[in-house]
């Protein structure tokens, strides 16, 4: 079992930065993928981001490559999402995930967080 609690969201105007922070309980955080999500109103949620349980292998949505950046520390149980260059499009509420399986697809993914909002004003 693994809990996954965001920090980080907020309001920020397009051209600026954001950094996301997950925190993960449990011992077994290495034995993750983590991966971050995102949900716009009235669109499904979306891919953003993976990285592997080695701190290795990144990937990205086409949509964010180059401007944001997956991390984790398996020390810290953490994973972050730093962002910049901020778009309007950027705009949604962002989750953390976690897989068994190195994998883009939300299906796969067994554990969430509550999900944070960012906002990218124009």
């Known amino acids: 079992q693994v809990q996954l609690v965001e920090s980080g969201g907020g309001l920020v105007q397009a051209g600026g930065s954001l950094r996301l922070s997950c925190a993960a309980s449990g011992r077994t955080f290495n034995r993750y993928v983590m991966g971050w999500f995102r949900q716009a109103p009235g669109k499904e949620r979306e891919f953003v981001a993976s990285?592997?349980?080695?701190?290795?292998?990144?990937h990205y949505a086409d949509s964010v490559k180059g401007r944001f950046t997956i991390s984790r520390d398996n020390a810290k149980n953490t994973v972050n999402l730093q962002m910049n260059s901020l778009k309007p499009e950027d705009t949604a509420v962002y989750y953390c995930?976690?897989?068994?399986?190195?994998?883009?697809?939300?299906?796969?993914?067994?554990?969430w967080g509550q999900g944070t909002q960012v906002t990218v004003s124009s």
């Open positions: 990285i592997a349980w080695s701190a290795g292998l990144p």
């Open positions: 995930a976690a897989a068994t399986i190195l994998t883009t697809s939300l299906r796969n993914y067994d554990y």
